[in-house]
């Protein structure tokens, strides 16, 4: 069974900084992609990084927040830097895996850290 944890999720002043980290475990045999989202209003896709090197962003977060993955031990991280109010949510990270080579792979979700910038 495969289980993402999240952690680092914090109360932070406005223009603070936060780092959420994010670790899988359980039966993988490769991860395709990490990614984060976050759950405001609705749930809003925040950053991906792919397991070719391929990074995304939302026009939310360039240049604020920047996502890092260690494909091999399995965990990432998502700095983020100059923080605003906005930027309150549950953050949640996502992983686009195999848990059987030559599969098309399935998505998981870790269940939320909590993140809220105060103004």
């Known amino acids: 069974q495969v289980r993402l944890a999240e952690s680092g999720g914090d109360l932070v002043q406005a223009g603070g900084s936060l780092s959420l980290s994010c670790s899988a475990s359980?039966?993988?045999?490769?991860?395709?992609?990490m990614s984060w989202y976050r759950q405001g209003p609705g749930r809003e896709f925040v950053a991906t990084l792919t397991?070719?090197?391929?990074?995304k962003y939302a026009d939310s977060v360039k240049g604020r927040f920047f996502i890092s993955g260690d494909f091999a031990s399995r965990s990432m991280t998502l700095q983020m830097n100059n923080l605003k109010p906005e930027d309150t949510a549950l953050y949640f990270c996502?992983?686009?895996?195999?848990?059987?080579?030559?599969?098309?792979?399935?998505?998981?979700w870790g269940q939320g850290t909590q993140v809220t910038v105060s103004s």
């Open positions: 996502n992983m686009h895996l195999r848990t059987r080579a030559f599969t098309p792979g399935d998505q998981y």
């Open positions: 359980g039966k993988i045999s490769s991860i395709v992609a």
């Open positions: 397991s070719t090197g391929i990074t």
